[in-house]
């Protein structure tokens, strides 16, 4: 495994004095890594993980050429993120409800039950991502969604202090990502 060497990974844009932008000769591939490290938040054993993962779905291809949310997608799944088809309420709580525990969180869904049936039944995506990001903004996090173009529902979470890097990094991989509920 390699690591690109573009980036400070404990940089965090920090030095990015306007935020909006990034070299055009960054490689699609240090841009992953920073992502991973950004929907990792202070845990670069799994961004590097996944950072294998995403090399070995490439297999031998440029990042530079291929979607990149795609690949992403499957190698974060369940672990720094979530891909749940819209109508599967209780999918979703239950992968927002992973998500948070990782950083030992817990969403307040309002209700004693949040798998609930009846619960589910009349509730929507949209409404469960506006109370897990408006929870997890509590904690000094972001849960962020990206725009899929299917019938499904996906994104991560980030340290709050993060979200400068976020609408960089997603933008310059053509991902159209912000945050939940918005």
């Known amino acids: 495994m390699t690591l690109p060497d573009e980036f400070d990974p404990d940089n965090n844009y920090a030095d ?9 000769e960054v490689s699609a591939e240090a841009l992953v890594w920073q992502l991973l490290l950004v929907i990792n938040p202070g845990d670069e054993d799994a961004a590097l993980q996944q950072f294998a993962a995403f090399q070995d779905a490439l297999a031998g291809a440029d990042a530079d050429d291929i979607e990149a949310a795609w690949l992403l997608k499957d190698v974060i799944d369940w672990k720094s993120g979530f891909h749940v088809e819209e109508t599967a309420t ?4 239950d992968a927002l409800t992973e998500l948070a525990a990782r950083y030992n969180l817990d969403i307040d869904w309002g209700v004693e039950d949040p798998t609930d049936d009846a619960f589910l039944a009349r509730t929507s995506t949209d409404e469960l991502l506006e109370t897990a990001h408006d929870q997890l903004r509590l904690d000094g996090y972001t849960l962020w969604t990206w725009d899929t173009g299917t019938e ?5 979470m980030t340290a709050s202090s993060d ?4 609408r960089i990094l997603a933008p310059a991989l053509g991902i159209d990502a912000r945050p939940a509920g918005m």
């Open 152 to 156: 499904h529902v996906a994104g991560w």
């Open 16 to 24: 990015d004095a306007d935020g909006t932008e990034i070299d055009d």
């Open 90 to 93: 209780g999918t979703l709580v």
């Open 163 to 166: 979200d400068t890097a976020m």
